[in-house]
């Protein structure tokens, strides 16, 4: 199936841990992106790259480290997890840039921190 | 930055009745895109729509850049359609930056 695809789908794990969640794209976009959201279901973006190259790094704190290895890959690292990480967080990728094109989310991760 | 208000925040029908939801952008709409999150979490595309009106089975949207908001209408719904339902724009930046609305919760009942 052509799709966004990000795993695991759940993370629960302890402050002061450090997580990884990986996402794979299969249509050929161009950018991918991370999107946080809170548990009023507000989405923000934290991050966008486009063809391995960051363009969005939106004041997110530097516990969080993107890492694109190609264009149809973006994975994010958070260290040090914070009971305020919990939320859920959507890969999602565009053909080229996501304010000119439609943006497609992955199923999400929903991390909880305890 | 743009601001993006959605209305209604809630919105409960019976199945068949039809809905019009609404998106009011405090500065000038380029690029819109409509959203549903199905009860399950999953985000879909409904619509990208820079202008104009967009067709798809029974859900339509129409954007009036000019006047800065945009409608999503639901003809006959079906309790599959409920869920919450977003409206996103660039607002001017680009690589993806859409701000999104808070969001209408809408519930479809048998």
């Known amino acids: 199936d052509t799709a966004v695809s990000q795993t695991p789908k759940y993370l629960v794990t302890q402050m002061g841990n450090d997580k990884s969640i990986k996402c794979e794209q299969n249509?050929?976009?161009?950018?991918m992106y991370w999107y946080k959201q809170d548990s009023k279901k507000f989405l923000k973006i934290m991050f966008s790259?486009?063809?391995?190259?960051?363009?969005i790094n939106e004041t997110v704190p530097n516990r969080f480290s993107p890492k694109s290895p190609d264009k149809a890959h973006l994975n994010l690292h958070i260290n040090s997890l914070e009971l305020g990480d919990s939320a859920v967080y959507f890969c999602a990728s565009s053909p080229w840039d996501g304010a000119n094109s439609p943006l497609h989310f992955g199923n999400g991760t929903r991390l909880t921190v305890t | 930055g743009i601001q993006v208000e959605q209305s209604p925040p809630d919105l409960i029908l019976q199945e068949g009745a039809n809905s019009t939801l609404r998106c009011n952008f405090s500065?000038?709409?380029?690029?819109l895109q409509w959203f549903h999150q199905n009860p399950w979490g999953q985000l879909i595309n409904l619509f990208y729509i820079p202008s104009g009106t967009k067709q798809n089975g029974r859900l339509s949207a129409t954007t009036v850049a000019t006047e800065r908001y945009s409608l999503l209408y639901i003809s006959s719904s079906q309790t599959t359609d409920s869920g919450v339902y977003f409206c996103?724009?660039?607002?001017?930046?680009?690589?993806?930056?859409?701000?999104f609305g808070q969001g209408t919760i809408l519930t479809v009942h048998p």
């Open positions: 790259y486009n063809n391995k190259e960051l363009i």
């Open positions: 996103a724009s660039p607002g001017g930046t680009s690589y993806g930056k859409l701000t």
């Open positions: 249509l050929g976009h161009d950018t």
């Open positions: 500065d000038s709409v380029n690029n």
